[in-house]
């Protein structure tokens, strides 16, 4: 993952202060397959969902209004936090995770967004710097941890449901199951 060192002010992420918002389009973050979803690189996604979980906003419950109003792009919804997830364990939005989405029982919305603001608190950094402004400057960064091993998984033979319980684990706990093998 990269460190950003940008001049990203609280506006960017505030209603006028107040109350936190996405800096870009929700579609952007929460639409994989769509127009939008294109228009911000997964890095940049991953480091603004980061701000937002880590100062308050309450993703879980944003997303729940947004999929109510949106029904029809549920599987839409579901397949970005898998990308999100799946990038941030392997830097691959393609990678094994994306299985999941065959088996519509696997993982749920909810599920989802929780596991990704648990990967997101394992990763998320920021610091403050003073640039000589009313407004600090904040360096954002996303840690780099240990990719997960997907063949180490292969190996293990595991059932498709053993798979997904698997998914489902922060990679935190991946992490020490698999050193336990």
Not at 22 to 48: M, R, V
Request: aromatic share 14%; proline share 4%; hydrophobic share 35%.
């Amino acid at each position: 993952m990269r460190t950003i060192k940008e001049h990203i002010y609280y506006p960017n992420y505030q209603n006028g202060g107040k109350e936190l918002q996405f800096p870009n389009d929700p579609k952007s973050y929460l639409e994989a397959s769509c127009g939008e979803w294109e228009s911000t690189t997964i890095e940049d996604k991953l480091l603004d969902l980061g701000y937002l979980v880590t100062h308050g906003f309450d993703l879980q419950k944003y997303v729940a209004e947004y999929v109510a109003e949106h029904q029809q792009n549920e599987q839409y919804v579901l397949s970005a936090f898998i990308k999100l997830i799946s990038y941030l364990r392997a830097q691959d939005d393609e990678d094994y995770g994306m299985l999941v989405l065959y088996n519509e029982e696997a993982i749920s919305i909810p599920e989802a967004v929780n596991l990704f603001c648990k990967e997101i608190a394992l990763r998320y950094e920021q610091h403050y710097y003073s640039t000589g402004s009313l407004q600090p400057s904040i360096e954002q960064q996303l840690k780099n941890l240990p990719a997960w091993d997907y063949s180490a998984l292969a190996e293990l033979k595991l059932t498709k449901e053993v798979y997904f319980n698997v998914f489902k684990m922060p990679t935190d706990e991946y992490i020490r199951r698999m050193n336990t093998i």
